[in-house]
């Protein structure tokens, strides 16, 4: 009988560009929605209960806040379940990106909501109900610090560099191993919650100063004057989240240096680099399609090797033309 079975198999590399730490920030931030929904279901029922009106309009904005982590835990959930789906081509490493962009919209779109609310109270002052709102505002604050500490607990800042898969490459001493830049290893995803968290804080911290100054010397207009420079502070986290998210889902080089190191490697030995693409997959993973020009015969297996040592080159594609 012959066989006929190929005379070599090529196994299929891994597409799943997910960061080291997933698993664990898409806990935590389930987490911290539930928190936030036994506050903002307390505060809606104590409202109705005790007749206070301001406490059901903080239940309505907790909803709000809930929300705005409901897309980045589904952003989470929905990354780790189609992970290995051939149909998303570079895997679904960029969920991440897409919520934190989105979040980062939402962001935005608060900012010029507490602004405009702001300028209303200015140029007409409304009385406030200081004994109900300070404790109000200063509950909000105790869960925001709780969600802060709840996103942040056991993320690991030194970004490890594992990123629990296996690579097209050997990597026996991470000492002889060149890595992209630190932002490149950021989960933009966990970054919008936790920027959502810290500018509801922020707004908490202002108001109660604002809202006690006003109490204490009756300057009404503290009260706006803290809600505008909270909208200020949430407006420019909005702005530098929207610039980097919006750039990894154009697929803009992530590290001009690290693309630079992979062009130098390549030439090293008097080839050319024709073309060259650097972009971000997830969290710590890089891809490149790289097109060389050389007079040498050498081989794409050749070109790889050199770019061994580059450990975020989670996908690499390499284009060899032979030069007569």
């Not at 409202?47 to 806040?65: E, Q, V, W």
């Not at 933009?188 to 908490?204: F, G, L, P, T």
Request: hydrophobic share 50%.
């Amino acid at each position: 009988m012959t066989d006929q079975r190929p005379a070599f198999q090529i196994s299929p590399h891994s597409h799943v560009f997910l960061g080291h730490d997933h698993e664990r920030a898409e806990r935590r931030t389930w987490a911290v929605i539930i928190l936030c929904t036994i506050m903002m279901v307390a505060e809606i029922v104590g409202g109705a209960l005790f007749g206070s009106l301001a406490l059901i309009a903080d239940g309505l904005h907790m909803s709000t806040h809930a929300g705005a982590l409901l897309l980045a835990a589904l952003a989470y959930t929905f990354a780790r379940k189609y992970a290995e789906d051939p149909s998303f081509t570079f895997g679904t490493g960029k969920f991440g990106d897409l919520a934190g962009y989105s979040s980062a919209i939402v962001l935005a779109m608060i900012a010029l909501l507490i602004a405009y609310e702001a300028i209303s109270r200015f140029l007409d002052p409304v009385q406030i109900a200081f004994n109900e709102a300070i404790p109000i505002a200063a509950l909000g604050l105790l869960v925001n610090i709780a969600s802060a500490w709840l996103l942040a607990g056991g993320h690991h800042h030194d970004h490890g560099h594992s990123h629990g898969q296996s690579h097209d490459h050997d990597h026996d001493d991470d000492h002889d191993h060149d890595y992209a830049d630190d932002t490149h290893h950021r989960d933009n995803n966990m970054r919008a919650a936790i920027v959502h968290v810290m500018a509801d804080a922020a707004v908490s911290v202002l108001v109660i100063a604002g809202l006690l100054l006003a109490r204490t010397f009756g300057w009404l207009w503290m009260d706006p004057l803290a809600g505008f420079i909270g909208a200020l502070v949430i407006a420019s986290w909005s702005v530098a989240l929207i610039r980097d998210t919006g750039a990894i889902l154009l697929d803009r080089t992530p590290d001009p240096g690290m693309a630079a190191k992979v062009r130098s490697a390549i030439e090293s030995e008097g080839d050319r680099v024709t073309d060259l693409h650097l972009w971000r997959l997830g969290p710590g993973h890089l891809g490149a399609i790289v097109s060389v020009a050389t007079s040498a015969q050498r081989e794409v297996a050749d070109y790889r090797q050199k770019l061994a040592h580059f450990h975020d080159l989670s996908h690499v594609t390499v284009e060899v033309q032979h030069l007569s």
